[in-house]
C-alpha cells in the first residue's frame, strides 16, 4: 500500500465516524496508537472535518452575531490547529528520510509532502460531500447533473494529487528532491506582533 492510499483510507474512515453523530462537539476516537503517523493522519482529517461543518453553521444567515462571534473564534483555533500538525507530519517524513543524502542536483520542490496531504484531507471531504449532492432526491435534476461533473473533477483531483505525492516521497528518499520545513509565522495569532494585541498593553 502505498503512502497515499493509507491516507486516503484513514481520511474516508474519519469522515464515516464523524457522520455517525454528525456533530461538530462529537468526542474523537482516535484508534491509532498516539504519536504514530497512522494517529496524525486521522486527527488532521478529524480537525479538517469538523471546521467543514463550522464553516457551513457560520453561513446561516440567521446566525446571531455572539454565536457567529463564537465560531470564527473556533475556526481560527482550529487553523492554528491544523498547521501545527501539518507541520508535525512533516517533522515525521525529515525524521524517515534524515538520512538520505540528496544528490547533486536534487531540486526543491513547491510545497512539502504534508501541505500536499493537507490537500488530500480537505480534497477527500469535498469527494464526500459532492457524493451527498449526487444522491439528494430533492434536488433538481439540472443540480445533480451539474454536482456529478464536478464529482467528476474531484475524483480525477484526488488520483492525481494521490500519484504526485507518492512521486514526491519517492523522490525524496531516493535523493532526487529534498524538503525543507518553515514554521508558519502567523503575526495575527501572536500578541508581540499583532498591533491590536500589543498595543492594549
Known amino acids: 500500500m502505498t503512502f497515499s492510499q493509507q491516507a486516503n483510507a484513514i481520511f474516508g474512515q474519519v469522515i ?6 454528525d456533530h461538530v462537539d ?20 478529524w480537525i479538517d472535518t469538523v471546521q467543514w461543518h ?10 446571531s452575531p455572539v454565536e457567529a462571534l463564537a465560531i ?14 501539518v ?25 512539502s509532502p504534508a501541505w500536499a496531504i493537507d490537500r488530500l484531507s480537505i480534497l477527500a471531504l469535498k469527494i464526500y460531500h459532492m457524493q451527498e449532492q449526487v444522491k439528494r432526491e430533492d434536488a433538481s435534476a ?39 520545513v518553515y514554521r508558519q509565522m502567523k503575526m495575527y495569532n501572536d500578541p508581540a506582533t499583532n498591533p491590536i494585541l500589543y498595543q492594549k498593553k
Request: contains cysteine.
Open 142 to 180: 439540472e443540480h445533480i447533473a451539474k454536482c456529478e461533473a464536478k464529482l467528476e473533477v474531484l475524483l480525477e483531483q484526488q488520483t492525481d494529487l494521490s500519484l504526485s505525492i507518492d512521486q514526491l516521497l519517492e523522490d525524496i528518499q531516493a535523493g532526487r528532491k529534498y524538503m525543507k
Open 26 to 45: 462529537a468526542t474523537i476516537h482516535n484508534p491509532y496508537k498516539q504519536a504514530s503517523i497512522e494517529y496524525q493522519l486521522y486527527l488532521k482529517c
Open 87 to 111: 507541520e508535525e507530519i512533516d517533522s515525521y517524513f525529515r525524521q524517515q528520510y534524515k538520512e538520505v543524502e540528496p544528490l547533486p542536483d536534487a531540486r526543491l520542490n513547491t510545497e
Open 16 to 21: 464515516s465516524d464523524y457522520h455517525l453523530t
Open 54 to 63: 463550522l464553516e457551513d453553521i457560520i453561513r446561516d444567515p440567521n446566525i
Open 72 to 85: 470564527k473564534r473556533r475556526i481560527d483555533k482550529s487553523n492554528q490547529d491544523r498547521t501545527d500538525l
